[in-house]
């Protein structure tokens, strides 16, 4: 962060969001209170010869993350105090040309985010209804998407796809029975290949399982192999694929509306911006 010669914007803060990449905001002050939130006006990037020389910086921090959702960007620095703060984008309609449009940022810290209580930010970009769902030729009693297009076909990996409006298929579920899971347990090296071979293929990939953790575990449910053994099989499959969403859901009903759901959310993201 720099100090300028604006009377209303006195800071430029600098964000790398890309490597020798930087988003550019004129803002009102150092850090946002308690409660508080600074108005900025966001500029044209800069490249890393494009930064300032002179004067020194007021304030610079590494970052630890940084990511989008939607029309928010979340930013948390290396430190231990305000480290988490998001710039927040949003789009009015101008007052003097109702057809015309503009965007105005916001930033916001945790401790402002706190006492605001604004709720759950979910992006709104993408399609509600409408997708395009691949179910594998081989799944028996598959789940039902009538609000969705779903095509029969022999998926490499997984029940159930999601296809994009360019073609591209960029997320895929499997789906297991309590029954089919135990099952599975004797054959463990066969289902982590065709796991690894799912989180390999897709971006977003999830194992949903038709059972309670608890119906899992119960050694009363189970005529073949004990709870513990069973619960340590669920621990070997979380730690050995981190990037695998696993689902527990207590019946057919909850997991297809999970499915549903994951897909929609994946497409709200994915989907490029003409298709909204």
């Known amino acids: 962060m720099f100090r300028i010669e604006n009377e209303r914007f006195p800071y430029q803060l600098l964000i790398e969001h890309e490597p020798g990449r930087f988003l550019n905001y004129r803002v009102q002050d150092k850090w946002p209170g308690p409660g508080r939130s600074i108005f900025c006006i966001a500029k044209d990037e800069l490249t890393e010869e494009e930064l300032p020389v002179e004067p020194e910086p007021v304030d610079s921090c590494e970052i630890r993350a940084i990511s989008h959702y939607g029309r928010k960007l979340v930013v948390v620095l290396d430190r231990k105090i305000r480290k988490r703060s998001w710039f927040i984008t949003v789009e009015k309609k101008s007052k003097t040309d109702p057809n015309r449009t503009y965007q105005q940022t916001f930033w916001i810290t945790q401790s402002s ?164």
Request: glycine share 6%; hydrophobic share 35%; net charge positive.
């Open 113 to 276: 985010a706190a006492a605001r209580r604004g709720g759950a930010y979910l992006s709104k970009r993408g399609k509600r209804d409408g997708l395009f769902i691949v179910r594998d030729k081989r799944e028996r009693y598959g789940y039902r998407f009538p609000r969705h297009e779903v095509e029969k076909a022999v998926l490499p990996c997984g029940d159930y796809a999601l296809r994009l409006s360019s073609g591209e298929t960029i997320a895929a579920v499997e789906r297991k029975t309590r029954d089919q899971l135990l099952h599975d347990i004797g054959t463990l090296d066969v289902l982590k290949a065709s796991l690894l071979e799912m989180v390999e293929t897709y971006k977003y990939k999830a194992l949903v399982i038709e059972a309670t953790y608890r119906d899992l575990v119960d050694p009363k449910k189970s005529r073949f192999y004990s709870g513990g053994f069973v619960a340590e099989v669920i621990a070997e499959l979380f730690i050995t694929f981190p990037g695998l969403q696993i689902v527990f859901c207590s019946n057919r009903k909850f997991a297809t509306e999970w499915v549903e759901r994951y897909f929609q959310r994946i497409s709200k993201l994915e989907e490029p911006e003409q298709n909204r």
